[in-house]
């Protein structure tokens, strides 16, 4: 068989072309190598032509996670703040397309203020609710049922309520008669020891509640969850916030959970706020205590439909950026790192979570989020998801460019929830202080802030909030401060402690579902 040879000018030509190639596959080389060298880790130099991502995936696991940057560049010379908005989302399924349980058995310790100014409506509604509980749970389920005053009684252990149980179970909340002041932090500790004795049953307790750094986690099928509720102050015992939020800490990291609920006006919110977070719980504010009866349903529902518990955010920062706030969260620092507990989430529900970060703006740069890790207990391991892709913020020279960063969606959502959330719970400690001049001030500041930004972005649910909403909560400051000055005392009261709470509700998105 012949072989067809090209005519030689045409090989010729063939090795010019190739020779051309190589020559630019070099060159691209050289500067693909210049560039590495330039942009290192962390912090590099940047020009219009940076390029920015938004948003970024996590890796494959239980929870869909998500995250996304507000905006992609802040100008250089401005307070180089902007924010990380953290989306968890927890399926009805399992990653193998297993349901997953529809209700979890729960082993539920109500811890009952039963303190004098308890007395009449307040102790009870609060028994006739926890009677409807007893007759709503199941056999699966147990039941404690501790009350404290000066001192602490356990009127009932955790147990099953089967229907001779449930007989027991509504005898001892028929006996709980108010009296006394408010020692809270040996309820608290009591109720929870006795959670811890009936982990003991199912052999995956620690021998002692204070001693629970690397205690393995409660068994899948069960929530364990602890209700604390008051109406006061605490006045008697371990007093110290950061004592009290110790206890429920030591808690959460054992994969339970402490849901804190203020009843009136008279118990301290920043406490019992600070006891959910710490304890991964829910803080709940029941002005009127008619409405013992629907929060624990709530909380039942809740304990029986986890998802995921104890779920913590580590994050490692670039040089040049720091972690400011993270929706009231208390934050753990260490070196360039930080991590938050956020507590738990049901399933087939969603929650965001916003991180205010600062960036370096004296001069032009780039930053680079790349270590970024999401934690949580599910059935019976811990799970860990991180970032898959990295995220970057710019800071530039050109304003308009930055403007022009902003991602509509991730912003307007930031503004609705975390900058008024924030904002809601700014005005309330004002007005619980009798500072009308302050709350009016932070309202002027929110307006005209977030009007210049909205310039840029011409979102229409942003513009409603500064027609409606704040011109709403400017009147409800108004009306605080107006009447006798006996009538403001107890207008002040009921306003701090119902804007703080819809400030916390906002701001931990707590009931938001999947859209």
């Known amino acids: 068989m012949s072989r067809i040879h090209p005519p030689r000018h045409a090989s010729k030509a063939r090795r010019t072309v190739m020779r051309r190639k190589t020559l630019l596959l070099i060159i691209l080389f050289v500067v693909c190598f210049t560039a590495a060298l330039a942009f290192g880790p962390g912090a590099t130099a940047s020009g219009s032509s940076a390029v920015n991502t938004p948003d970024a995936s996590f890796t494959e696991g239980p929870l869909e996670l998500g995250a996304s940057l507000t905006r992609s560049k802040v100008a250089v010379g401005s307070d180089g703040r902007f924010s990380l908005a953290l989306t968890f989302f927890a399926p009805d399924t399992y990653p193998d397309d297993r349901p997953a349980p529809v209700e979890k058995p729960v082993d539920l310790v109500v811890v009952l203020d039963r303190s004098g100014s308890m007395r009449g409506a307040k102790i009870t509604d609060a028994r006739n609710a926890l009677a409807l509980l007893v007759d709503t749970l199941s056999p699966r389920d147990r039941l404690g049922l501790v009350s404290y005053a000066d001192g602490v009684?356990?009127?009932?252990?955790?147990?099953?309520?089967?229907?001779?149980?449930?007989?027991?179970?509504?005898?001892?909340?028929?006996?709980?008669?108010?009296?006394?002041?408010?020692?809270?932090g040996s309820g608290l500790r009591t109720g929870l020891e006795q959670l811890r004795q009936v982990a003991m049953l199912d052999d995956d307790a620690p021998i002692s509640f204070d001693d629970c750094r690397g205690c393995p986690p409660h068994p899948g099928g069960r929530t364990r969850r602890v209700i604390l509720i008051s109406d006061g102050l605490a006045n008697r015992g371990v007093t110290d916030p950061g004592a009290l939020a110790g206890m429920a800490r030591r808690a959460a990291m054992q994969g339970w959970s402490v849901s804190a609920v203020g009843v009136g006006l008279d118990f301290n919110e920043y406490l019992m706020t600070c006891l959910a977070d710490a304890g991964g719980g829910t803080y709940h504010f029941l002005e009127e205590p008619q409405a013992f009866a629907d929060l624990f349903m709530e909380e039942l529902h809740a304990a029986r439909r986890i998802a995921a518990t104890s779920m913590s955010i580590?994050?490692?920062?670039?040089?040049?950026?720091?972690?400011?706030?993270?929706?009231?969260?208390?934050?753990?620092?260490?070196?360039?790192?930080?991590?938050?507990?956020?507590?738990?989430?049901?399933?087939?529900?969603?929650?965001t979570i916003h991180l205010t970060l600062r960036a370096d703006t004296r001069k032009a740069a780039e930053y680079v989020l790349d270590s970024l890790a999401v934690s949580y207990m599910q059935e019976n391991a811990t799970m860990n998801q991180t970032l898959a892709?990295?995220?970057?913020?710019?800071?530039?020279?050109?304003?308009?460019?930055a403007e022009a960063s902003y991602?509509?969606?991730?912003?307007?959502?930031?503004?609705l929830r975390e900058d008024y959330g924030k904002l809601k719970e700014t005005v309330a400690r004002a007005v619980s202080d009798g500072d009308k001049d302050e709350a009016m001030e932070a309202i002027k500041n929110y307006r005209q802030k977030t009007a210049q930004q909205n310039q840029a972005v011409g979102s229409d649910k942003v513009q409603e909030n500064l027609d409606s909403e704040v011109s709403e909560l400017e009147s409800s400051v108004e009306e605080s401060f107006s009447g006798s000055a006996t009538e403001q005392m107890a207008k002040q009261k009921e306003a701090g402690k119902r804007i703080q709470y819809e400030g916390y509700m906002d701001r931990r998105d707590k009931s938001a579902a999947r859209d």
């Open 153 to 184: 009684q356990v009127h009932t252990p955790p147990i099953q309520v089967t229907a001779g149980n449930r007989s027991l179970l509504q005898q001892a909340v028929m006996r709980i008669v108010a009296g006394g002041n408010t020692n809270l």
């Open 407 to 415: 991602a509509p969606a991730a912003w307007e959502r930031k503004v």
């Open 389 to 401: 892709s990295p995220l970057r913020i710019a800071a530039v020279a050109d304003e308009s460019e």
């Open 314 to 351: 580590d994050i490692r920062l670039p040089r040049g950026v720091s972690l400011e706030e993270a929706s009231g969260y208390e934050i753990t620092r260490s070196g360039d790192g930080a991590s938050l507990l956020v507590g738990d989430i049901t399933a087939g529900s969603s929650r």
